[in-house]
């Protein structure tokens, strides 16, 4: 059982906007550690999203966006693409158990 | 361009052993921690273990802790996942994974290779 919560899914028409939520803890995000985000199309490997909370690897879009406050960050997509249609997944580490820890993962869905 | 190929997936009886592999190329592996993590069928992702770039520093998921142990060899840019008292749990798909340097994000990613506990 995973230590960071998102969203099974979210859905929307292309073009609209999307937010996947990470809630965590104080033991994870809540004492600072960095949230990263990637992006898993179906049948390939996980590909680095956002690092750093809000900083996107060169190549991707800036469609994409990450936020963190709190003990929670967020991931939102702008004008939704069929290509975004994927699978997302948090990222941080957690003090309590000396481990990283993935979010349980969100599946986004173009209307 | 950085590569990250993983190899010695396969059928194994629970209880079995398995050694995974890694091979890197494309960046300077001894400058890296490096990490395995996996994915059960239709799950989400679990990471595994990861090492300093010297071997002085492992750390495991509690699941695989006393049963995996990650090793490198950077003569030969190659990161290693020894499995044993295998489970069906452990049945997933273990990718290795380039670290990012104090921030803990997996900049690169292979493939993977499957692992399946079976009789």
């Known amino acids: 059982q995973s230590v960071l919560t998102q969203p099974p899914s979210v859905s929307g028409a292309p073009g609209q906007r999307v937010t996947i939520s990470c809630t965590g803890s104080?033991?994870?995000?809540?004492?600072?550690?960095?949230v990263h985000w990637y992006q898993q199309l179906p049948g390939t490997a996980p590909k680095l999203l956002i690092y750093?909370?809000?900083n996107r690897p060169s190549g991707v879009p800036d469609r994409f966006s990450g936020s963190k406050s709190g003990t929670s960050a967020s991931l939102a997509i702008t004008g939704l693409q069929a290509e975004d249609e994927a699978d997302y997944y948090c990222q941080s580490y957690d003090s309590n158990l000396s481990a990283y820890v993935f979010g349980t993962g969100t599946k986004v869905t173009v209307l | 361009e950085v590569q990250l190929v993983e190899s010695g997936g396969g059928l194994v009886q629970p209880g079995g052993s398995l050694r995974l592999s890694c091979a890197a190329s494309g960046f300077s592996f001894s400058s890296y921690w490096m990490s395995w993590v996996r994915q059960a069928p239709g799950e989400g992702l679990e990471w595994v273990a990861n090492?300093?770039?010297?071997?002085?520093?492992?750390y495991y998921v509690d699941s695989v802790k006393g049963r995996f142990t990650i090793s490198r060899d950077n003569a030969k840019n190659s990161l290693y996942l020894q499995m044993h008292s295998l489970r069906a749990e452990d049945t997933a798909v273990y990718y290795c994974?380039?670290?990012?340097?104090?921030?803990?994000?997996?900049?690169?990613w292979g493939r993977g290779t499957l692992v399946t506990v079976s009789s």
């Open positions: 090492i300093k770039q010297d071997e002085s520093e492992k």
């Open positions: 750093f909370n809000t």
């Open positions: 994974a380039r670290e990012r340097p104090i921030h803990g994000d997996l900049i690169n």
């Open positions: 104080s033991s994870n995000i809540g004492a600072g550690y960095d």
